[in-house]
């Protein structure tokens, strides 16, 4: 593992246990305050939603999860990064995508990959998957959940709102996936082999910086 898969290793550590919602407690009061002055009313109504979404379906069972984040996410509008943000490539942080209500396919991928994690999915049973979509002729991101070390995963994606298998997703070549522990180059549809390196590991890294919800915590 190189210095900087380590540092974002760490780091996404570190912002995991400051999203979770056991000790400290999260301050909704303070989250919508901060969501009101930077957004809107209706950014607010989302954040709100979002956050009871997490804390009120803790006890279903995890595809039934899967399928509530990736509706729920999945009426958000896409819109490029150069029109949203002016860069060619913005990683935004799910804050930032719930208060604009829009994004594109990373942004998608990466709030449903951190409310999963939130909802209760092991880390190790999501991968965000950098993939060519062959139908779009263009690279594409999608968030991968794979119910057992060797099974076939699911995939979650904006384009296609159903949840399927892999396999059953031709128009997808699944070239790197990743969570916050490693990173894997694939040489086909649900198996890979850890890579020791990537440039998409600059684009997490960034985003494991910015994302943080300590500001939000209860200070009781």
């Not at 993939?131 to 991968?144: D, E, G, I, P, W």
Request: charged letters at 30%; a positive charge.
């Amino acid at each position: 593992m190189t210095n900087r898969m380590k540092s974002a290793a760490a780091a996404f550590l570190v912002l995991f246990s400051l999203i979770t919602l056991s000790s400290p407690k999260l301050d909704m009061d303070k989250l919508v305050a901060f969501t009101r002055e930077k957004y809107d009313e209706d950014a607010v109504k989302r954040i709100i939603a979002w956050r009871a979404m997490i804390d009120n379906k803790q006890q279903l069972p995890e595809q039934e999860k899967l399928k509530l984040v990736n509706r729920f996410f999945n009426y958000f509008e896409f819109v490029d990064d150069i029109r949203l943000w002016g860069k060619e490539d913005y990683w935004a942080t799910p804050l930032e995508f719930i208060g604009i209500r829009g994004g594109d396919c990373e942004d998608f991928a990466v709030a449903k990959y951190f409310t999963l994690l939130e909802l209760g999915i092991p880390m190790e049973k999501l991968r965000l998957g950098y993939v060519k979509s062959l139908t779009l002729n263009q690279f594409h991101m999608v968030l991968a959940y794979y119910p057992t070390k060797t099974s076939m995963p699911l995939i979650l994606d904006n384009i296609d709102g159903e949840i399927k298998p892999a396999y059953k997703r031709k128009d997808l070549v699944l070239i790197v996936s990743f969570n916050g522990q490693k990173l894997w180059l694939n040489k086909q549809k649900g198996k890979g082999k850890t890579a020791s390196s990537s440039a998409r590991m600059a684009d997490w890294d960034n985003l494991s910086n910015r994302y943080s919800m300590e500001q939000f915590m209860s200070d009781e």
